[in-house]
């Protein structure tokens, strides 16, 4: 987990400039191609996470998520805000299980960078800043809990960047493809656990780069319009966190998501 993480850093922001060095001069407004709807999501998929308040060991299972999220365009940018939720009570390590609890809430501000042409198509797409709040809480199911904390917790709040990029096929048809990745967090853990009366346990508060606590996602999937106000789509989505304060603690996610979405 560590070394992927590491990677995505290194890669995501090469990738953006690369993205940004392939337009041309032609720049079009957020409102031609950025979506106007509010949508409901729902995915299944596999979690994995290492919360090392507890072990090192890595805890697996199956994790439902459900987002909800509106999109409206503006004469400068496009807006997005939105949440996801996550909840599972069986995650397990070998025979223990945990219910793990992550929760994110987030809002867009994004600039249209113009388009450029990919399979004889325009690709619209649209980089801009993001705000993020996330929680995260793992819930142990222990048989004997005198001397500790049967959960953990940790709350980060992020300055991130997102970039989203649109691709219409047809007039029922589109492509839509999205990267967040977070450049500077404040995190407060969980304390440590309490032994001796005389231990200081306070919570810990940290300012983090990517480096000490990423937290990104990945978005790929087509829609279909099933009339000019409705459509569905059916997507991939990739979700990383790697979170050190006291304790380090690392999730991943992959999800397949299907989307209603009602077009105003």
Excluded: C
């Excluded at 509010?38 to 697996?60: H, L, R, V």
């Amino acid at each position: 987990m560590k070394k992927s993480s590491h990677i995505l850093i290194l890669i995501l922001p090469i990738s953006l400039l690369m993205v940004i060095s392939s337009f041309g001069q032609d720049t079009i407004t957020p409102k031609k191609a950025f979506p106007k709807n509010i949508s409901i999501s729902y995915g299944i998929g596999a979690f994995a996470m290492k919360d090392y308040f507890f072990s090192e060991q890595k805890y697996t299972g199956s994790m439902p998520y459900f987002s909800m999220e509106w999109m409206q365009p503006h004469d400068r940018y496009g807006y997005r805000m939105g949440f996801g939720f996550r909840k599972a009570n069986d995650i397990k390590n070998y025979t223990m299980p945990a219910t793990i609890t992550q929760f994110s809430f987030y809002q867009d501000f994004l600039y249209s960078l113009g388009k450029f042409r990919l399979f004889k198509k325009d690709v619209y797409t649209y980089l801009g800043p993001s705000f993020d709040f996330y929680f995260f809480n793992n819930q142990q199911q222990f048989t004997d809990n005198a001397f500790y904390f049967e959960f953990s917790f940790l709350g980060m709040l992020s300055a991130a960047a997102d970039v989203y990029f649109n691709l219409p096929l047809s007039r029922k048809w589109q492509l839509e493809s999205n990267l967040r990745l977070n450049i500077l967090s404040i995190a407060i853990q969980m304390p440590e656990v309490v032994v001796d009366e005389g231990k200081d346990a306070g919570a810990t508060i940290k300012l983090l780069t990517p480096f000490k606590g990423l937290k990104t996602s990945f978005d790929l999937g087509g829609r279909f319009f099933i009339i000019k106000r409705l459509s569905v789509s059916l997507a991939y989505r990739m979700e990383l966190t790697n979170v050190t304060v006291r304790k380090r603690v690392v999730t991943v996610s992959d999800n397949v998501v299907g989307t209603l979405a009602f077009h105003f």
